[in-house]
């Protein structure tokens, strides 16, 4: 099972990016989904969050400005990011919690991190 995030990229400040993120391989349920971000020297912080019938859960710092969402049918989350600061710059990393068609329970599968760089 592996997670595959892409969209990441340089935007100036105001402006909006759309990551994606694919989960492939042996699945055989995902729970949920979500994104993480880590900027340097920072600690990494949940962004948001998405279970399997839509609700979303958001970290209260973001104003409303990201919307998470996601495909079940493709094994894809999105994060709409819209009115970008400077200090959304960061690595943002998916992650899902999932079984595989083993009906073993992964709770933290993490993808490799695309960069989003926000510039002033």
């Not at 391989?25 to 399997?52: C, H, T």
């Not at 970290?59 to 999105?78: H, P, Q």
């Not at 998916?94 to 079984?99: E, G, N, P, S």
């Amino acid at each position: 099972v592996q997670l595959q995030a892409s969209g990441g990229g340089l935007v100036q400040a105001g402006g909006s990016l759309r990551l994606s993120c694919v989960a492939s391989g042996s699945i055989f349920v995902i729970n949920s989904m979500g994104w993480y971000r880590q900027a340097p020297g920072k600690e990494r912080e949940l962004v948001a969050s998405i279970d399997n019938s839509g609700r979303a859960d958001y970290a209260d710092s973001l104003e409303g400005r990201f919307t998470i969402s996601r495909d079940n049918a493709k094994n894809t989350v999105y994060l709409q990011m819209s009115s970008l600061k400077p200090e959304d710059t960061a690595v943002y990393y998916c992650v899902a919690d999932l079984y595989t068609v083993s009906r073993v329970r992964a709770p933290y599968v993490w993808g490799q991190g695309t960069q989003v760089t926000v510039s002033s």
